[in-house]
C-alpha cells in the first residue's frame, strides 16, 4: 500500500506534465534534467499543467466537525492546560485533506477558543486578522485596542490587524467560540509580526460600546477618518442580525441559491467588512432547498440554529447547531433546511475578488 502522498506526488508529476511531452522520449532527457538541476534549473514541461491548472484542484476536501462531538475534548483540553500556559486554549480544525497544515481550507484557520470561568488569555498583537463567531456562553469579553466587548452566542466579533486584544471570561460558565484567521495568507506573502504586551491584559481607554455609537447606527463622526480597512465596528451583535433576516424573509422571495443571505460590511466604505475575510449570514427556511452553487473561494459555514443537510462535491451531511462544515474551492454545494436554519459563513472571496480572481457558477434554478 503506497502512502498518500506518494500517490499524490505520482498523480501531482503526471498531472503536471504537459501533454504534448513525448513520455518515451523523457528517458533520454533525464541527463540534462539531472544537470539543470545543479544549476536550480527545472524543465517547466513537466509541471505546467499541475501549476497552471485548468480548475481549481484543491487538496481540501469536504469534512464537517460535529459539535456534540468536539465539545467534550475542549473540556478535556481544560483539565489539561490553562488558557495562561496556552497563550490560546484552541483546537485546531484541521481539514483531512490538510493534516497537520492547522488550514481547514488551503488559505483559511479556523480553531475552537475555549476559556473557563476567571481566566484571562493574554493580550498581544499579530499581522493576521481575526474573527470570533461565538458559540457558546456569556460574560466573557475580547478587548481590542482599548474597547471591551462582551460577547454573545451568534455575535461576529473583530480582531483588526496589529491590534492589541486579551480576552476574559468574568461569567460562572464556559465560553467558546469559533476563531476564524488569515495568518495563512499572511505566511504566504511572508509578511507576519507578533508581539505579546509586557502585561496580562492591554489598558482599556475606551467605554464599552464606542465602537458601536462611532460606526454602528448608519452614521459616522463627521471629524473621523479611517486608516485601516477593516471596519470600525468590531462586534456585530446576533440580536439584530437575527431581526433582520427574519424581518427580510417576510417580504423577500428566497433566492435559489443562497435563500436568505446577508454579508457584514464596514460602514465606512460599503465593502467588506474585514480586508481578508468575507463574511456572511445566511437563513434558509424551513422546508427550502438551495440550487446547486460553486464559487472559487472555498467556505466555511457554522450552524447557529435549526438542523439540516448539505451535499457537497457529492457528499451528504447532516448538521445541527454549532456544527461546522467545509465546501471547498469549485465543489458544488447545496443545502436544505429541516427547519429554519440560521448559518455564519466565512471565506477567502474578498481577497479573490481583489485580485481579479474571484468566479461562481450558479447551476440551473
Ligand atoms: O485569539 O489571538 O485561534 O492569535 C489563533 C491565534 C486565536 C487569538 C487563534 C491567535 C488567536
Known sequence: MKSDSSVHREAGSLAGIVPSVNLAAEPGRMDFYERARALRLAPLWRVLHGLVTDRPAPRCVPAIWRYAEVRPYLMEACKLISAEEAERRVMVLENPGLPGESRITQSLFAGLQIILPGEIAPAHKHVASALRFIIEGRNAYTAVAGERTMMEPGDFVITPSMTWHDHGNEGDAPMVWLDGLDMHIVNLMCASFREGYPGRVHPLDRPEGAAAAEAGHNLLPVDASYASQTSPIFNYPYRRTRETLDQLARFRAADPWHAHKMKYINPVNGGW?????????????????????????????????????????????????????????????????????????????????????????????
Not at 480586508?275 to 456572511?280: A, C, D, I, K, L
Not at 437563513?283 to 438542523?307: C, N
Not at 458544488?332 to 448559518?343: E, K, L, T
Open 273 to 365: 467588512a474585514m480586508p481578508t475575510m468575507s463574511t456572511w449570514m445566511q437563513l434558509i427556511p424551513k422546508g427550502f432547498e438551495t440550487t446547486a452553487y460553486r464559487s472559487t473561494d472555498s467556505a466555511i459555514f457554522t450552524v447557529v440554529e435549526g438542523t439540516g443537510s448539505s451535499r457537497i462535491g457529492g457528499e451528504s451531511f447532516d448538521w445541527g447547531p454549532h456544527d461546522i462544515f467545509v465546501a471547498p474551492s469549485w465543489a458544488a454545494h447545496q443545502h436544505r433546511a429541516s427547519s429554519d436554519a440560521v448559518i455564519f459563513i466565512y471565506s477567502d472571496r474578498v481577497v479573490q475578488e481583489k485580485l481579479d480572481f474571484w468566479r461562481e457558477l450558479k447551476s440551473p434554478a
